[in-house]
């Protein structure tokens, strides 16, 4: 599969694997240096250095091998199923559990165990993430909807889409917020100097967060963030702005001792029933709320 772009002049003077990883978030600069390597890539039809720096109207081309889909098989995976019906299914996620497969992560996905223990699902999505309509990251918690049909998915992918359904998180964050409520409006883009982790930049896709404290710790805080947009990475990269990262967060924060990850939970979900019509609602206690109630 052959790619092709020609450098703008906005990319005039920029590293040649930088700007290849614009057009291709998923794509490394080390991939852009092994495909460089592998004479898969050129620069006006030369082979150049990953760090060439580009010039207007200079054309890109690039020699992809099509990656085979994966084929998700069954398997025995352990999530609780808070709600089931011809339609539809709501699960709360557990902390660690990716939610489909991909190049990195092959089997012991939430899709794995979705299709062990489900008989049908929406296939939308294809073969690597039937029934999925949204996503949570791997290390954050919490409450999903999965469709069991195209209706539902059509409906509730809609839902997503126009903001109309409703999704709630708590975190635990580092430290005490100022403001005892708030909004965040910035564009999040690529980060430049890791193109796995997010960054507030003065381009990009808009992203807006409320934010509410619940609680106050001495040294921590429990804070409620709705999402008004939903872009990757969103509310743990607004927390991080805020000078509060979420607690346990590596990427954005610092790693705790003892702890898988960020301690951030989905713990309310509300949509229409794509059949019923009728206002669907959930709510689930975080993990790191359960803790605390045991330990009192």
């Not at 998700?72 to 609780?80: G, H, L, S």
């Given at each position: 599969?052959?790619?092709?772009?020609?450098?703008?002049?906005?990319?005039v003077?920029?590293?040649?694997?930088?700007v290849?990883?614009?057009?291709?978030?998923e794509?490394?600069?080390?991939?852009?240096?092994?495909?460089?390597?592998?004479?898969?890539?050129?620069?006006?039809?030369k082979?150049?250095?990953?760090?060439?720096?580009?010039?207007?109207?200079?054309?890109?081309?690039?020699?992809?091998?099509?990656v085979?889909?994966?084929?998700?098989?069954?398997?025995?995976?352990?999530?609780?199923?808070?709600?089931?019906?011809?339609?539809?299914?709501?699960i709360?996620?557990?902390?660690?559990?990716?939610?489909h497969p991909?190049?990195?992560?092959?089997?012991?996905?939430?899709?794995?165990g979705?299709?062990?223990?489900?008989?049908?699902?929406?296939?939308?999505?294809?073969?690597?993430?039937?029934?999925?309509?949204?996503?949570?990251?791997?290390?954050?918690?919490?409450?999903?909807?999965?469709?069991?049909?195209?209706?539902?998915?059509?409906?509730?992918?809609?839902?997503i889409?126009?903001?109309?359904?409703k999704?709630?998180?708590?975190?635990?964050?580092?430290?005490n917020?100022?403001?005892?409520?708030?909004?965040i409006?910035?564009?999040?883009?690529?980060?430049?100097s890791?193109?796995?982790k997010m960054?507030?930049?003065?381009?990009?896709?808009?992203?807006i967060?409320?934010y509410?404290?619940?609680?106050?710790?001495?040294?921590?805080?429990?804070?409620?963030?709705?999402?008004?947009?939903?872009?990757?990475?969103?509310?743990?990269?607004?927390?991080?702005?805020?000078?509060h990262?979420?607690?346990?967060?590596?990427?954005?924060?610092h790693?705790?001792?003892?702890?898988?990850?960020?301690?951030?939970h989905?713990?309310?979900?509300?949509?229409?029933?794509?059949?019923?019509?009728?206002e669907?609602?959930?709510?689930?206690?975080?993990?790191?709320?359960?803790?605390?109630?045991?330990?009192?």
């Amino acid at each position: 599969m052959t790619e092709k772009f020609v450098i703008s002049c906005e990319e005039v003077g920029q590293r040649l694997d930088r700007v290849f990883c614009n057009h291709f978030p998923e794509f490394t600069r080390a991939h852009v240096k092994n495909l460089i390597d592998d004479g898969k890539l050129f620069l006006d039809g030369k082979v150049v250095k990953a760090g060439q720096a580009v010039k207007e109207g200079q054309e890109v081309v690039c020699e992809i091998e099509e990656v085979k889909p994966l084929d998700a098989q069954p398997e025995d995976i352990d999530f609780e199923i808070v709600y089931e019906d011809e339609d539809l299914i709501v699960i709360n996620k557990p902390q660690g559990l990716v939610v489909h497969p991909c190049a990195s992560t092959k089997s012991g996905t939430l899709v794995n165990g979705l299709l062990y223990r489900i008989k049908d699902l929406s296939g939308i999505n294809g073969i690597l993430r039937p029934g999925i309509v949204h996503r949570l990251d791997k290390n954050t918690s919490g409450l999903m909807v999965v469709a069991k049909n195209d209706m539902a998915h059509v409906s509730l992918a809609e839902q997503i889409k126009n903001k109309t359904c409703k999704r709630k998180y708590k975190a635990l964050l580092e430290g005490n917020l100022k403001n005892d409520e708030g909004d965040i409006e910035t564009y999040l883009d690529r980060s430049k100097s890791d193109r796995k982790k997010m960054a507030v930049s003065d381009k990009g896709k808009l992203a807006i967060t409320h934010y509410r404290v619940l609680e106050r710790y001495p040294k921590t805080c429990l804070v409620e963030f709705e999402l008004k947009t939903g872009r990757t990475h969103q509310i743990r990269v607004h927390a991080k702005m805020l000078g509060h990262p979420v607690v346990g967060d590596p990427e954005y924060g610092h790693a705790v001792k003892g702890l898988m990850g960020q301690q951030l939970h989905s713990y309310s979900l509300t949509f229409i029933h794509p059949r019923t019509k009728k206002e669907m609602h959930f709510e689930i206690d975080t993990p790191f709320q359960r803790r605390r109630k045991s330990e009192e």
